[in-house]
């Protein structure tokens, strides 16, 4: 699966709060060279770009996520 945020910096800080809350597991920043972070089985690249196994759950709500980043509605988590 791939799931393009097209995000960087604190927004992409966002997201991956979001997804380790929606998986309810710890995210690790992986540093230099890729600057990726890791929430379980998914990663998320410097460019906001999400990869992993599919899951048709995470999908949909990465839909809602991806929604309010494009219309700007404020912050992604509560």
Same mark, same amino acid.
């Given at each position: ?42 990663? @998320? ?31 992604? @988590?509560?």
């Amino acid at each position: 699966m791939e799931f393009k945020f097209n995000v960087t910096g604190a927004r992409r800080k966002e997201i991956v709060m979001a997804i380790s809350e929606i998986l309810n597991t710890t995210p690790e920043y992986k540093g230099a060279p890729t600057f990726a972070y890791e929430v379980g089985c998914y990663r @998320i690249d410097r460019a906001g770009m999400l990869t992993g196994v599919d899951s048709w759950e995470l999908i949909e709500e990465l839909s809602g996520l991806h929604d309010k980043l494009v219309s700007g509605t404020g912050a992604l @988590i509560s």
